[in-house]
C-alpha cells in the first residue's frame, strides 16, 4: 500500500505562482486517487506575507481562502502567521482554512489551549490510522509579547508521538516549520516519527534525508515548487519506505480555476482598502541607500516618538520605493516600506554602539544585499537615527565615526543605552554588536504600522530635514 503525500511550504504570497501550483497539484491528486491509493494534502506554513498588498488588505483571508480552494487536510502555522497575524484573527484564519490546523506548540498560557488548534489529529484512511502533528518556531520573545505561549518543540513533539502511538496510529507524520538543521535534531531526539515534511529555511532538495530512522524533506519555497512523499507500508501498515522528490511548478502555466475565482472575487474589497489616502505629501521622499535622507529619518523620528528609548537606529534599505508629491494611499506606503519588521527595545554599550556606527558607514556595509529574517528589500542600506549625530572624519579616504552626541552628549563607552531598533538589525548576522543586545523587548505595532499612523503629523517633514550626520 503507498500513501501520496502533497506537501506545500513557504508560499510567502506568491499568489500567481500559487495559483498555477494549485492546478498542477489538483491534477496530481486527481490521478493518484484514482488509483486507488491514499493521498493527503499539507501545507508547511508561511502560506502568507504582509509584504503582498493583497494580504496586508485582507489580513490573511485571502490566502486562507485560496488554500480552502485548492483543498489541503492539513495546515501548520509558520512564522508569517503566527508572528505577524494579530491574535485576535487567528480564529477566522483557522476557521476558514476549512482544515485542522496544527498549534502543537502554540498554546494561551502554559496550561490552555487555542480551541481552534489541534495538538495532533488521526486521519483513517483504507483502514490505516495516520497521525499527524505540526510544530512552529520555537521565538519565545516575540510570542511572549503577544501574549502567546510558544512551547520546546522537541517536548511536544514527543507528547504528541506517545499520544498518537495510543491512539493506534501506524504512521507518524510531522508537519514542521522549524527548519532543516532543527528537524535533523527533532529526529534524533525524538523516535517514532516515519517522516518530517520540512519548511522554513526555504531549502531545495531533492530527495528525503534519513535521521534516526526518520525521513526528512523539504522541497523549496515561492509556490515554485510542491514535494511529493511516498510512503510504502507493509502488511502490518508500517513504513518500510519514503520517497521524497519536489515537483516543478510550471510558472508560465495556466491558474488553477477555483483559487482564480477566489482571488477576483476578493479585488473589489482589496481595492477599496489599498486606496485609502494615508497623507498628502507637499515633494517628494526619495529612497536613498548610500546616505541618510529625508524618508528614513521619518522613519527613524516616528520610532523614537513612539516607544521609550535613548534614541532610534533603523536602515534605509526598509524602504523599497520612494513617495511623491501629492496623495499617498496605503497601497503606496505598502510599496515603499514592504518589510513586516517590529520595532525592538535593546540594550548596547556606548562601545557596541561605536562599532555598529563605524561599520555602517562603510559602503561594503551599506551597498550589501539583504537577505532572511524578515527583510524584503533590496541593500541594507545607510544607517538612520533619531535622538543622535553622528560627526563623520575621513581617514585613507575611508569615512570613520570621529564622535557620536545621545541627545547632546557625548557617546559613553561605558553606559548601556536603550535603543529604538527593529527584528532584521537585531537577528541579522551583518552587525555581530546587536547579536549580542540584551533586554529585549517586543513592541507589537510593525514598524510601517508606527510610520503609517504617525507620518502625517504636524512637522515631521521639518524635522526629519535636519541632519543627523555631519562631516568635520
Known sequence: MLIH?????????????????????????????????????????????????????????????MMAGLGVDGWVF?????????VADWPLLAKRSQTVVFGTNLKRDAHADFSFFADHHVYEQQ????GVFGLTPHY?????????KVLNPFDRAATAVAALNARGCQVIICLSHLGRRTDHQLASEVSGIDVILGSHTHEFMTAA?????????????????????????????????VVSQPVPVDLHGQYDGEMASVYAAYLPRINQVLSRSVVTLPERLPVVYERESLFANMMADVLYDEFAGDFSVMMTGALNA??????????????????????????????????IFQQGVQRETYM?????????????????????????????????VKRVLVQGEPLD???????????????????????QSRDVTYQAPLVREVLLARMQEKGRLERARVPRYISS
Not at 483502514?127 to 495516520?130: K, L, Q, T
Not at 519565545?140 to 502567546?148: A, F, I, N, Q, S
Open 322 to 355: 520612494s513617495l511623491l508629491p501629492g496623495i499617498a494611499t496605503l497601497e503606496h506606503l505598502l510599496g515603499a516600506c514592504p518589510t513586516p519588521t517590529r520595532p525592538l527595545v535593546l540594550g548596547l554599550t556606548g562601545a557596541e554602539l561605536y562599532t
Open 413 to 435: 563607552m561605558q553606559r548601556t543605552y536603550r535603543v529604538i531598533t527593529c527584528e532584521y538589525l537585531w537577528l541579522s548576522p551583518v552587525f555581530t554588536p546587536f547579536r
Open 209 to 241: 534525508e534519513w535521521e534516526n530512522g526518520t525521513a526528512i524533506f523539504q522541497p523549496g519555497k515561492f509556490a515554485h515548487v510542491f514535494g511529493h512523499t511516498v510512503l510504502t507500508l507493509n502488511r502490518e501498515s508500517r513504513v518500510t519506505d
Open 140 to 148: 519565545e520573545l516575540p510570542y511572549d509579547m503577544l501574549g502567546v
Open 78 to 86: 509558520g512564522n508569517n502567521e503566527g508572528l505577524t497575524i494579530p
Open 127 to 130: 483502514g490505516v490510522r495516520i
Open 368 to 400: 550589501r544585499h539583504g537577505i532572511g529574517f524578515g527583510f524584503r528589500g533590496g541593500r541594507i542600506g545607510y544607517l538612520v537615527v533619531s535622538g543622535a549625530t553622528i560627526e563623520l572624519t575621513v581617514a585613507d579616504d575611508q569615512p570613520l
Open 5 to 65: 503525500l502533497l506537501h506545500v511550504n513557504d508560499v510567502h504570497s506568491r499568489l500567481e505562482s500559487y495559483m498555477r501550483l494549485g492546478r498542477q497539484l489538483r491534477h496530481m491528486r486527481q490521478s493518484l486517487a484514482a488509483a486507488g491509493d491514499i493521498v493527503l494534502t499539507f501545507d508547511l506554513g508561511d502560506l502568507m506575507d504582509r509584504v503582498r498588498p493583497e494580504t496586508e488588505a485582507t489580513m490573511g483571508l485571502l490566502n486562507v481562502d
